[in-house]
């Protein structure tokens, strides 16, 4: 069994920059990992992806919404069982709950797909 927790939220100004860490336990190693985000009444949205080392000859494969191209990067560090997105040049848009997610089957841009869910951590941009 995998449990995610997240943590790095927090309220920042528009232009600024936050990073959220995501520690898990069990084998997390081998699992595709994402991140997902929430605004109130709105649908949980594709954040980024990043897939499990070993699915490639050349290390993990990542991938982002087009909204957070360029401005957030995901890593992973499995000696820690630890996802991380590093967000810069917030955004008000970005304002949601931010959601880690594991799955064993192969890395998607689907919230249906993953298995594993923390708990989320708010981000907040102002201006």
């Known amino acids: 069994q995998v449990q995610l927790e997240e943590s790095g939220g927090g309220s920042v100004q528009a232009g600024g920059s936050l990073r959220l860490s995501c520690v898990g336990s069990?084998?997390?190693?081998?699992?595709?990992m994402a991140w997902f985000r929430q605004a109130p009444g709105q649908e949980r949205e594709f954040v980024s992806r990043i897939t499990w080392r070993g699915a490639t000859r050349t290390g993990p494969r990542v991938d982002y919404a087009n909204s957070v191209k360029g401005r957030f990067n995901i890593s992973r560090d499995d000696a820690k069982k630890s996802l991380y997105l590093d967000m810069h040049s917030l955004k008000p848009e970005d304002t949601a709950v931010y959601y880690c997610?594991?799955?064993?089957?192969?890395?998607?841009?689907?919230?249906?797909?993953?298995?594993?869910w923390g708990q989320g951590t708010q981000v907040t941009v102002s201006s």
């Open positions: 069990g084998e997390t190693d081998s699992y595709a």
């Open positions: 997610a594991a799955t064993r089957r192969r890395s998607t841009s689907h919230a249906g797909d993953y298995d594993y």
